[in-house]
């Protein structure tokens, strides 16, 4: 505990500056994604306070930043945009509530590691979609038109270009006038400062003009000067919200566990992603009940945080009570900034979203990953987006199945004579009197074992043969593998014949004892593998000339 307080002294002003550019750089942030979501931006604020300062003390990452991000805003505004306008805010704080609920069971349950199953093509389909969503989502406000009342985002564009000629010249000067200042300083060192800089100049500007026709925060709520209150959301919601705040848990988790394993070169410690899981729900839990909108780990607020020169989870607690501050302190000031500058600072931050390198890169490599990312795409820009995460998540699993089932390896092993092996191609028919080594690589599930079964000899073609599958790289085997190899070994029987498995290690030992897998191979017919590669196949291999020549020992 000492050593600990020790620590913090001595990083205690790095990370307090550290903290105040965080507060500087994310605070209208928050405010941008809380108009995203379609709600006030104190809500936003609220989350970057709060939820922030909760998860930073639980979690195991010390410069890990939580706070809400463009995603998480965009799935919740798509389930408040259908709630009741009385119900809006019940829904987006039960919203943070569930989503804390499920990234709480993830951590607990350990299963932040299925994150990886989500494809690369398939996260770059959504993450572009939902840039260009964004960017769509706030032309309204760029121009102050808006008199469609569809979800649909293709109608809503069309309505809009349709109606420039209703724009108001006004807040369209400080909308393009957003996007040039924050998007020109985005290229410079003070880019963690551009949408900062552009509201402070922008809003001074519309008071010393006189223009009182652009709308500002007040449009959409009062900023009070305080801090948030408790606040019991209707639960009587919650069941119509669980698939939406899964959804969001899921896409919290993966964008989260991918920052987690980008910044580990900066972290003092190897953080703990269950833990960073757990916290992040303990933080939206708490946040919801704080009017906070839901949050995970921030690529840009961790960015901020590591260039500012912060050392430890205090700059990211410090971040959140200086945003605190700001709203004791300036709540009314945040009233008047222009909600254009908003929508600029959302513009500029979606169009980084939309990376075309790596669409190209995608699309380059052609095959399932194409076809997977423009699905994504489509399903994202045309439902709901909880189940476009759905629609990516399954993708994703169909497409490991898919490449795990063609990524199979089956050659055979010809002893050289010398105890090495060279690998040569499966014979169509199984030799007599002889044994037949066959090396099997990849996942053994049940996909992949019925591709096996299929490139096997036709165990028809033996006569006296011994039949001997090395497994020893593969970690599962299953029912459907006893099963199916179960058969193939009765069907060699017989043709008086043998069917034997070798490099059985652990894990599929183990299996074989619980599902019966003994009792259908036989136990003579199971060799374990070792330490030393290949000795079980030797040892099978000596048992197999031993079983061939079985009559000229029982004649002797």
């Known amino acids: 505990m000492l050593n600990t307080l020790k620590k913090y002294r001595a990083t205690l002003f790095d990370d307090m500056l550290a903290g105040l550019t965080g507060a500087v750089a994310g605070a209208p942030q928050a405010m941008g994604f809380a108009i995203l979501a379609g709600v006030s931006p104190l809500y936003g604020l609220y989350a970057a306070f709060i939820t922030s300062v909760v998860s930073s003390l639980l979690s195991s990452s010390q410069l890990l930043v939580f706070a809400p991000t463009n995603a998480l805003a965009l799935v919740a505004g798509s389930a408040i945009m259908v709630a009741p306008p009385d119900k809006q805010l019940d829904v987006l704080f039960l919203l943070s509530i569930l989503t804390g609920i499920f990234l709480l069971l993830i951590g607990l349950f350990r299963l932040g590691n299925m994150t990886r199953f989500v494809s690369n093509a398939v996260m770059t389909g959504f993450i572009t979609g939902a840039g260009l969503l964004i960017m769509l989502g706030q032309l309204h406000h760029l121009n102050n038109y808006d008199n469609t009342e569809s979800s649909i985002p293709l109608v809503r564009v069309w309505d809009w270009f349709s109606h420039l000629h209703l724009s108001d010249y006004h807040t369209t000067m400080i909308g393009v006038a957003s996007i040039v200042i924050i998007w020109g300083l985005h290229h410079t060192r003070f880019k963690s400062y551009a949408t900062l800089f552009a509201m402070i100049v922008l809003t001074i500007f519309i008071s010393v003009a006189g223009w009182d026709d652009v709308p500002d925060v007040r449009e959409l709520s009062e900023i009070p000067r305080s801090l948030p209150l408790p606040f019991l959301p209707d639960v009587l919601l919650a069941p119509s919200l669980v698939s939406a705040a899964f959804a969001m848990s899921i896409l919290a988790a993966i964008q989260s566990a991918a920052l987690m394993e980008a910044t580990q070169e900066d972290e003092p410690e190897t953080p703990n992603p269950s833990r960073d899981f757990m916290a992040m729900g303990v933080g939206n839990i708490v946040g919801g009940f704080f009017q906070g909108m839901p949050s995970c780990a921030s690529l840009s607020r961790t960015a901020v945080n590591i260039s500012a020169g912060g050392k430890t989870r205090l700059s990211n607690i410090s971040a959140g009570l200086f945003i605190g501050l700001i709203l004791v302190a300036a709540g009314d000031l945040i009233e008047r900034i222009p909600l254009a500058v ?55 699993l169909l497409l490991y199945v898919y490449t795990s089932a063609g990524n199979l390896t089956v050659v055979q092993l010809q002893p050289n004579g010398d105890g090495h092996y060279r690998r040569t191609p499966l014979p169509e028919a199984l030799p007599h009197d002889d044994a037949l080594v066959i090396s099997v690589n990849g996942n053994l599930y049940f996909a992949a074992v019925r591709r096996l079964r299929e490139v096997l000899p036709d165990p028809a073609t033996a006569n006296n043969t011994v039949v001997i599958l090395r497994i020893r790289d593969n970690q599962y085997f299953g029912t459907t593998g006893i099963r199916a190899l179960g058969r193939y070994a009765e069907q060699l029987r017989d043709h008086n014949s ?18 019966g897998g003994v009792a259908v191979f036989g136990e003579e017919n199971i060799f374990e593998a070792g330490d030393v590669v290949f000795a079980s196949t030797e040892r099978a291999m000596v048992s197999a000339r031993q079983w061939l020549q079985r009559d000229v020992i029982a004649v002797e």
């Open 342 to 396: 908003l929508a600029g600072h959302l513009v500029v931050a979606a169009a980084s979203l939309i990376k075309p390198g790596d669409i190209w890169m995608v699309w380059r490599v052609g095959g399932s990953a194409k076809y997977a990312m423009l699905v994504t795409f489509a399903a994202t820009m045309l439902l709901p987006l909880e189940n476009s995460i759905y629609i990516g998540v399954g993708l994703s």
């Open 498 to 515: 043998r069917f034997v498995l070798s490099g059985v290690n652990p894990h599929i030992r183990g299996q074989l004892n619980r599902a």
